[in-house]
């Protein structure tokens, strides 16, 4: 950690910055900070499960996996085929050794991008030859799915996430009903245990843009004024300082992964209950690719803002998540 790093001089610059290119972000850290404690609350398991060995992961290969997405599109009546996208090169495929990647880079069997690269959409996706494979090129293709051609608005970039994860959860619940139900469990657990780590990050990052914004310093005594509290004010603020050095775009990615785990788990879960829902996802969808409002967005799904009704709503839908997480017969609590 740079001790001579300062966080004024930092949060001041960021914030002049993207006060207008960025205003939704900038002008909401305080709902931000909300969500951040929220998701975290939820998407906390007390009791810590043993992690996913990659060897009893099936195997899958690119053309086995390329027609599972087709087919799982089919089934949800979207029209979709992956052979579109490979043909004009929107997908750049990645072929790695399994061993090796899981010896030295496990983290890429869960890897994947969705970007512009030039003026073109574009999609990089790992083939490891598994069937968890299938899961992250889903994820990736539907935010292929609300790329605009150019770049995305404040709203899109917000929400693209959100619908990512949903789309993923259903295609997750497809890949049960083949027998897929090791790989289903695992992915569901490791996306909630993403949602509760991010949600920390997120909570560490905008304690201290808040604290900025409301009293224009992040001094320990003003910490201590604001928060009424100051006890960990050395630990907030020096995983602060870690993340901004290792990314000082942070927020963003935070941000979005934070909303996700606000509204994905919400829009599954209702979907489950009602399959007729998919319209609303898929209107959503299409709404990221307008200039909708935040607001428009958001009612779409059902959710009218940051109140206590549609907290509520999220919070049940959690609590159904994960309790079936909880009844699953592939729940081995660790040792």
Known sequence: MDN???????????????????????????????????????AYFKEQVEQIDWHKVKKSFFLQNLELIDNFYQSIGISFKTNDIIKDGTINIITNDFEETLKNESSKLLEGHNNYRGKHKSIDIYNNGLI?????????????????????????HLLTESLAHTTELIYLDYLEKLGYTY???????????????????????????????????????????????????????????NTIEEDQDAIFKSSWYTLSGTLSIYMYERYKIDN?????????NNALLTDRSMHECLNIIGITGYNEESLNKIEETYNTFKKSL??????????
Do not use: A
């Open 4 to 42: 001579d790093f300062n966080i004024n001089t930092f949060i001041d610059s960021f914030l002049s910055f993207h006060h207008e290119r960025n205003n939704l972000l900038c002008e909401n850290i305080n709902v931000l900070y909300d969500l951040s404690i929220f998701v975290n609350r939820l």
């Open 132 to 156: 968890t494979d299938s899961i992250v090129w889903i994820h990736e293709i539907s935010h292929y799915r609300n790329q605009t051609e150019n770049e995305r608005s404040q709203v899109n």
């Open 183 to 241: 790989e289903s469990y695992h992915i569901r657990n490791i996306l909630l245990n993403t949602f509760n780590f991010i949600s920390y990050r997120t909570y560490t990052l905008t304690k201290m843009y808040l604290l900025y914004q409301e009293l224009g310093d992040t001094s320990k005594e003003s910490y201590k004024y604001y928060y009424k509290d100051d006890k960990d004010y050395e630990k907030i603020r020096n995983r602060f300082i």
């Open 276 to 284: 007729n829902f998919l319209m609303s996802i898929e209107k959503l």
């Open 326 to 335: 909880q009844d699953s017969p592939h729940r081995v609590l660790k040792k």
